[in-house]
């Protein structure tokens, strides 16, 4: 009976030290894989490619966008976007006042924003019975930096 309880403590010592060698592996482990993940790299502006569409007498433009949140949205993640027309030969649209139809707003998770171009002013100064344009909404997340 002596060397069974023996074995037994033998088996329970080894198994304990066994268990113990796991543990501190997978701790090291975990702590040397958390110590390699990379920072994440800042936010990026995102350039979302529009063609070209055309405009004619009694149209307007409308350039609609939406910062869709994911989840349980997260009032302080915000969105710069910039909101702009241009024409064929790459120039912004202005208004009557002689102001570009341009805009630069901040959006939170599930808020929308639009930026219209009138008739009349896609065609001052412009003949014909179209108007070719393109709409360009640059974006960056987060407040860290300006639209461009």
């Given amino acids: 009976m002596r060397v069974h309880t023996r074995q037994r403590t033998l088996v329970g010592l080894f ?7 796991l543990l501190a592996g997978l701790v090291g482990t975990a702590a040397f894989a958390q110590s390699e993940i990379p920072p994440s790299p800042p936010p990026q502006p995102v350039q979302v490619a529009l063609g070209m569409v055309g405009l004619a007498h009694l149209q ?9 949140g ?3 949205p997260d009032p302080s ?6 909101l702009s027309f241009f024409d ?3 120039r912004l649209f202005n208004d009557a006042s002689g102001m570009p139809i341009a805009t630069d707003v901040t959006l939170a998770p ?3 924003a639009r930026l219209d171009l009138r008739q009349a002013d896609a065609f001052r100064g412009r003949t014909g019975l179209r108007v070719a344009l393109r709409a360009r909404m640059p974006a960056r997340r987060g ?3 300006g639209v461009r």
């Avoid at 198994?15 to 060698?21: C, I, K, S």
């Fill in 143 to 145: 407040d860290a930096g």
């Fill in 70 to 72: 994911g989840g349980t």
């Fill in 60 to 68: 307007t433009a409308r350039l609609n966008v939406v910062m869709v």
């Fill in 77 to 82: 993640d915000r969105c710069r976007v910039g």
């Fill in 110 to 112: 599930d808020q929308a």
């Fill in 88 to 90: 064929a030969a790459g």
């Fill in 15 to 21: 198994t304990a030290a066994l268990l113990v060698a």
